[in-house]
Protein backbone atom coordinates (compact mmCIF):
# COMPACT_ATOMS: atom_id res chain seq x y z
CA UNK A 1 0.00 0.00 0.00
CA UNK A 2 1.39 3.45 -1.18
CA UNK A 3 2.04 5.65 1.69
CA UNK A 4 3.10 9.29 0.88
CA UNK A 5 4.70 11.88 3.79
CA UNK A 6 5.67 15.39 3.38
CA UNK A 7 8.09 17.27 5.67
CA UNK A 8 7.95 19.45 7.17
CA UNK A 9 4.06 19.54 8.92
CA UNK A 10 4.55 23.18 8.70
CA UNK A 11 6.97 25.81 7.81
CA UNK A 12 7.06 29.72 7.89
CA UNK A 13 9.82 32.09 6.29
CA UNK A 14 10.56 35.76 5.94
CA UNK A 15 9.03 37.14 2.67
CA UNK A 16 11.91 36.41 -0.05
CA UNK A 17 13.30 33.36 1.07
CA UNK A 18 13.88 30.51 -1.10
CA UNK A 19 12.14 27.15 0.43
CA UNK A 20 12.02 23.80 -0.40
CA UNK A 21 9.06 21.31 0.69
CA UNK A 22 9.54 17.48 0.73
CA UNK A 23 7.40 14.72 -0.15
CA UNK A 24 8.50 10.95 0.25
CA UNK A 25 6.75 7.87 -1.05
CA UNK A 26 7.04 4.10 -0.23
CA UNK A 27 6.32 2.54 -3.43
CA UNK A 28 8.42 3.32 -6.51
CA UNK A 29 6.46 1.89 -8.77
CA UNK A 30 4.54 5.41 -9.82
CA UNK A 31 2.82 6.35 -12.51
CA UNK A 32 2.87 10.61 -11.37
CA UNK A 33 3.38 12.37 -9.20
CA UNK A 34 1.61 15.96 -8.47
CA UNK A 35 1.78 18.89 -6.43
CA UNK A 36 -1.33 20.77 -5.04
CA UNK A 37 -2.01 23.93 -3.19
CA UNK A 38 -4.74 24.15 -1.08
CA UNK A 39 -5.80 28.02 0.21
CA UNK A 40 -8.06 27.80 3.42
CA UNK A 41 -11.39 26.38 3.30
CA UNK A 42 -10.87 25.95 -0.75
CA UNK A 43 -9.86 23.33 -3.04
CA UNK A 44 -6.90 22.44 -4.32
CA UNK A 45 -5.36 23.96 -7.07
CA UNK A 46 -2.81 21.85 -9.20
CA UNK A 47 0.55 23.35 -9.21
CA UNK A 48 3.40 21.02 -11.33
CA UNK A 49 3.03 17.66 -12.88
CA UNK A 50 5.72 15.01 -12.80
CA UNK A 51 5.56 11.93 -15.27
CA UNK A 52 8.07 9.08 -13.76
CA UNK A 53 9.81 9.39 -16.91
CA UNK A 54 10.44 12.64 -15.68
CA UNK A 55 13.41 14.39 -13.30
CA UNK A 56 11.93 18.03 -12.83
CA UNK A 57 8.94 20.50 -13.76
CA UNK A 58 9.18 24.30 -13.73
CA UNK A 59 6.27 26.55 -13.83
CA UNK A 60 7.34 30.26 -13.12
CA UNK A 61 8.89 30.49 -9.41
CA UNK A 62 8.47 26.93 -8.54
CA UNK A 63 10.12 23.76 -9.60
CA UNK A 64 9.69 20.53 -8.61
CA UNK A 65 11.70 17.39 -8.63
CA UNK A 66 11.40 13.65 -8.52
CA UNK A 67 13.43 10.81 -7.72
CA UNK A 68 11.68 7.79 -8.28
CA UNK A 69 14.06 5.25 -7.37
CA UNK A 70 14.69 6.94 -4.08
CA UNK A 71 11.21 7.50 -3.38
CA UNK A 72 11.20 11.21 -3.09
CA UNK A 73 10.27 14.04 -4.49
CA UNK A 74 10.86 18.52 -3.49
CA UNK A 75 8.98 21.66 -4.35
CA UNK A 76 11.28 24.40 -4.54
CA UNK A 77 9.75 28.10 -4.29
CA UNK A 78 12.05 31.03 -5.36
CA UNK A 79 11.65 34.46 -3.62
CA UNK A 80 8.67 33.20 -1.22
CA UNK A 81 5.64 35.88 -1.12
CA UNK A 82 3.33 36.48 1.29
CA UNK A 83 0.63 35.13 -1.65
CA UNK A 84 2.28 31.79 -1.28
CA UNK A 85 0.92 31.22 2.44
CA UNK A 86 -0.78 27.72 1.85
CA UNK A 87 -1.06 23.84 2.27
CA UNK A 88 1.12 22.08 -0.02
CA UNK A 89 -0.17 18.76 -1.14
CA UNK A 90 1.82 15.69 -2.63
CA UNK A 91 -0.05 13.38 -4.37
CA UNK A 92 1.38 10.17 -5.66
CA UNK A 93 -0.68 8.05 -8.51
CA UNK A 94 0.71 4.06 -8.42
CA UNK A 95 1.02 1.99 -11.57
CA UNK A 96 -0.87 -0.71 -9.77
CA UNK A 97 -3.73 1.31 -9.40
CA UNK A 98 -3.47 3.99 -12.31
CA UNK A 99 -6.44 5.80 -11.19
CA UNK A 100 -6.12 6.98 -7.75
CA UNK A 101 -4.03 9.34 -6.05
CA UNK A 102 -2.35 8.95 -3.12
CA UNK A 103 -2.30 12.38 -0.90
CA UNK A 104 0.48 13.45 1.83
CA UNK A 105 -0.50 15.20 4.70
CA UNK A 106 0.69 18.38 3.41
CA UNK A 107 3.10 21.48 4.92
CA UNK A 108 1.25 24.14 6.10
CA UNK A 109 3.20 27.44 4.68
CA UNK A 110 3.28 30.82 6.20
CA UNK A 111 5.32 33.81 4.28
CA UNK A 112 5.73 36.62 6.96
CA UNK A 113 6.51 40.33 5.96
CA UNK B 1 -6.97 23.26 -17.41
CA UNK B 2 -10.04 22.30 -16.48
CA UNK B 3 -12.88 24.13 -14.48
CA UNK B 4 -15.03 22.06 -11.76
CA UNK B 5 -17.67 23.44 -10.45
CA UNK B 6 -19.69 22.28 -6.75
CA UNK B 7 -22.67 23.50 -5.19
CA UNK B 8 -23.64 24.15 -2.54
CA UNK B 9 -20.50 25.37 -1.56
CA UNK B 10 -21.55 24.84 2.07
CA UNK B 11 -24.11 23.56 4.38
CA UNK B 12 -25.15 23.12 7.86
CA UNK B 13 -27.35 20.17 7.98
CA UNK B 14 -29.55 18.72 10.85
CA UNK B 15 -28.24 15.29 12.14
CA UNK B 16 -30.05 12.46 10.30
CA UNK B 17 -30.95 14.30 7.19
CA UNK B 18 -28.77 14.00 4.13
CA UNK B 19 -27.05 16.17 1.78
CA UNK B 20 -26.78 15.75 -2.21
CA UNK B 21 -23.45 18.10 -3.61
CA UNK B 22 -23.47 18.29 -7.32
CA UNK B 23 -20.17 18.64 -9.25
CA UNK B 24 -19.88 19.52 -12.97
CA UNK B 25 -16.95 19.29 -15.27
CA UNK B 26 -16.16 21.67 -18.72
CA UNK B 27 -13.41 19.68 -19.49
CA UNK B 28 -13.34 16.16 -21.51
CA UNK B 29 -13.56 14.04 -18.19
CA UNK B 30 -11.85 10.52 -18.21
CA UNK B 31 -12.58 9.47 -14.88
CA UNK B 32 -14.38 11.62 -11.93
CA UNK B 33 -14.15 11.07 -7.86
CA UNK B 34 -15.08 12.00 -4.75
CA UNK B 35 -12.60 13.19 -1.85
CA UNK B 36 -13.79 13.66 1.83
CA UNK B 37 -11.39 15.80 3.85
CA UNK B 38 -11.84 15.81 7.53
CA UNK B 39 -10.68 18.67 9.81
CA UNK B 40 -6.84 19.32 9.82
CA UNK B 41 -6.37 15.98 7.79
CA UNK B 42 -5.14 15.63 4.21
CA UNK B 43 -7.69 14.13 1.15
CA UNK B 44 -9.25 10.25 1.23
CA UNK B 45 -10.62 8.91 -1.81
CA UNK B 46 -14.28 8.08 -1.51
CA UNK B 47 -15.07 6.46 -4.56
CA UNK B 48 -14.59 6.45 -8.06
CA UNK B 49 -18.02 7.66 -10.30
CA UNK B 50 -18.72 5.01 -12.88
CA UNK B 51 -21.24 7.22 -15.67
CA UNK B 52 -23.79 5.02 -15.98
CA UNK B 53 -22.99 1.94 -13.36
CA UNK B 54 -22.21 1.49 -9.70
CA UNK B 55 -19.52 3.66 -8.15
CA UNK B 56 -16.25 2.04 -6.98
CA UNK B 57 -16.23 2.36 -3.30
CA UNK B 58 -12.47 2.16 -1.30
CA UNK B 59 -12.50 0.64 1.86
CA UNK B 60 -14.45 2.00 4.57
CA UNK B 61 -17.12 3.73 2.19
CA UNK B 62 -20.17 2.54 1.55
CA UNK B 63 -23.10 3.03 -1.38
CA UNK B 64 -25.69 3.31 1.31
CA UNK B 65 -23.90 5.83 3.06
CA UNK B 66 -22.37 7.60 -0.01
CA UNK B 67 -24.53 6.98 -2.92
CA UNK B 68 -23.17 8.56 -6.13
CA UNK B 69 -24.75 8.69 -9.50
CA UNK B 70 -22.97 9.73 -12.62
CA UNK B 71 -25.74 9.93 -15.83
CA UNK B 72 -23.04 11.33 -18.30
CA UNK B 73 -19.34 12.16 -18.75
CA UNK B 74 -19.23 15.54 -17.36
CA UNK B 75 -21.87 15.97 -14.34
CA UNK B 76 -22.23 13.44 -10.89
CA UNK B 77 -23.21 13.96 -7.57
CA UNK B 78 -22.74 12.25 -4.06
CA UNK B 79 -25.41 12.13 -1.45
CA UNK B 80 -24.01 11.81 1.95
CA UNK B 81 -26.39 9.86 4.08
CA UNK B 82 -27.91 9.61 7.61
CA UNK B 83 -25.72 12.83 8.84
CA UNK B 84 -23.83 12.45 11.52
CA UNK B 85 -21.36 14.83 13.33
CA UNK B 86 -18.29 12.73 12.27
CA UNK B 87 -19.69 13.81 8.68
CA UNK B 88 -18.87 17.38 9.15
CA UNK B 89 -16.06 17.16 6.46
CA UNK B 90 -15.36 19.28 2.99
CA UNK B 91 -16.31 17.03 0.10
CA UNK B 92 -14.32 17.61 -3.06
CA UNK B 93 -15.24 16.50 -6.37
CA UNK B 94 -12.45 15.96 -8.62
CA UNK B 95 -12.05 14.62 -12.50
CA UNK B 96 -8.97 13.45 -14.62
CA UNK B 97 -9.16 15.38 -17.88
CA UNK B 98 -7.70 14.42 -21.44
CA UNK B 99 -5.44 17.98 -21.88
CA UNK B 100 -5.15 17.28 -25.36
CA UNK B 101 -2.01 19.53 -26.42
CA UNK B 102 0.10 17.31 -23.51
CA UNK B 103 -1.87 14.22 -24.74
CA UNK B 104 -2.01 13.41 -21.19
CA UNK B 105 -4.41 13.27 -17.75
CA UNK B 106 -4.29 15.51 -15.23
CA UNK B 107 -6.35 15.39 -12.22
CA UNK B 108 -8.51 18.75 -10.94
CA UNK B 109 -10.53 19.66 -8.10
CA UNK B 110 -13.41 21.19 -7.31
CA UNK B 111 -13.41 24.05 -4.49
CA UNK B 112 -15.24 21.89 -2.19
CA UNK B 113 -18.53 21.76 -0.32
CA UNK B 114 -18.07 22.61 3.57
CA UNK B 115 -20.50 20.39 5.25
CA UNK B 116 -21.38 20.87 9.22
CA UNK B 117 -24.17 18.74 11.15
CA UNK B 118 -25.43 19.85 14.04
Known amino acids: KQEVTQIPAALSVPEGENLVLNCSFTDSAIYNLQWFRQDPGKGLTSLLL?????REQTSGRLNASLDKSSGRSTLYIAASQPGDSATYLCAVRSTGTASKLTFGTGTRLQVTL | SAVISQKPSRDICQRGTSLTIQCQVD?????MFWYRQQPGQSLTLIAT?????????ESGFVIDKFPISRPNLTFSTLTVSNLSPEDSSIYLC???????????????FGPGTRLTVT
Open chain 2, 94 to 108: SAKVRLGDRGRDEQY
Open chain 1, 50 to 54: IQSSQ
Open chain 2, 27 to 31: SQVTM
Open chain 2, 49 to 57: ANQGSEATY
